[in-house]
């Protein structure tokens, strides 16, 4: 006997059955054991969610020998004929196929007969938005008063392409996509029953990339039981979507978030050892960086992650800003990666720009903490400001270990992205030569992890000579941490543009003749 690939061989046979669309199921079971039926239904949804399958459930409800019933007993002639497809009652039209009005009219002119052998004739049309206009009017007149013995059943993906004329005649059933955890647990199940060996893993990255189609799904499954010689082993699975361990993301997306592009080179040389789909690898990047925005703004949100651990640690590490950044970077990138002529240099590119791109914490660079930026000065003092980053700079240096200030002690470190920030929204409570307590910005309270703490303590170490001990508290800043007086002095700063412009000559013979306004939203400091 021929082999029948899973998808057909364990297509859903009754509403009891049926995986996900409860919504739907219970629309339909109560209308069978109530006989409340309508003469046509519409489903539709995205491929392989089970609109043919249930269309072809309802059919057997209908023409069962056991009676219209909402549990099919699967055994009598009609029941079998239809699971067999050879049911001289269930018409299965595919419209793509015929498009024209005279395949229509064909159709149409034997409505009239009574069916051969069961209850009622079935029309089950497939993809019906694919016919013409002309096949929908001639259509329209027999979908609105059919004879009782009729019933039709249309299925689409794109439903805003059907008239509303087609749409008022209908009951309308909207499929949705089928959740991650029901494909994998389906998976389970039919691997358990064909005693196949499986591995979760491996069968959770099949149900990822099936994309909330059962059908994707039963389909992959079949193609990874082939490539693994009757096995299913998440490394073979990754090989043959040419995906890769999120590990090797989060690997990534953490180089990325502590500004070290050695290491990030490092990762993406060991990435390009397994020869992946970096279209692939980019798509799952962005992923996990969704993921990640969703912990940062809904924390403890479900998460589809292997690792939500590590998917934690990046929501602390990364800002919302460079998510957002690194998230727009990874689609354009796999988008033009078909540009390319060589793809691993592309995504190296990608990589590098996520990194030079990113929004400058707090006013200064990734790669050097000491821009002057620190000490910004305020707008009206021209003279004085322009010296202050230079005597800062040369008091940092001439008061190591003594008493530097604060934010002269995070301007003469060597930091970059977090734990700058990290740094910049503490102010220093007292010091010692083997100890410094800071406090910590309670609105900083998600930069304060392990990991950042430890570096910011190994950058004091360096900075003084020798090894301090730090302690961090969070409470409120009893003095103006670095990140305050930075946002202080951009307020300055804008507010003397601001009066600046309303006392220009210029601007004020405008406003005269025009009769204008300016737009405070458009007025920006020039620096």
Known sequence: MSYLVLARKWRTGSFDDMVGQEH???????ALDNERLHHAYLFSGTRGVGKTTIARILAKSLNCNTGITS??????????????GRFVDLIEVDAASRTKVDDTRELLDNVQYAPARGRFK???????????THSFNALLKTLEEPPPHVKFLLATTDPQKLPVTVLSRCLKFNLKRLSLDLIEERLSEIVAAENIAADSAGLRVLARAADGSMRDGLSLLDQAIAYGGGEVREGDVRAMLGSIDQQHVFGLLRCLAEAEPRALLSEAERLADQAPDYAAVLADMAGVLQQVALEQIVPDSAMEVDDPQALTELAQLLTPEDVQLYYQIALHG????????DARSAFQMTLLRMLVFRPASNGTSAEGGQTETVAAPAPHAATPSKKKPARTKAKAKATRGAAATWPEIVAAMDLGGAVRQLANNCVMLERDERKISLQLDPTGESMLTKHLKHKLNKALSDYFGHPVSLEIAIEKPSQETPNMALNREAQEKQRAARESLEGDPNVLALKEAFDATIQEDSVRPLD
């Open 334 to 341: 796999a988008r033009d990666l078909r540009l390319s002529q």
């Open 24 to 30: 739907v199921r219970r629309a339909l079971v109560n």
């Open 71 to 84: 549990s099919p007993c699967g055994e009598c002639s009609a029941c079998t004929e239809i699971d067999e």
């Open 122 to 132: 079935v029309y089950l049309i497939d993809e019906v938005h694919m016919l013409s």
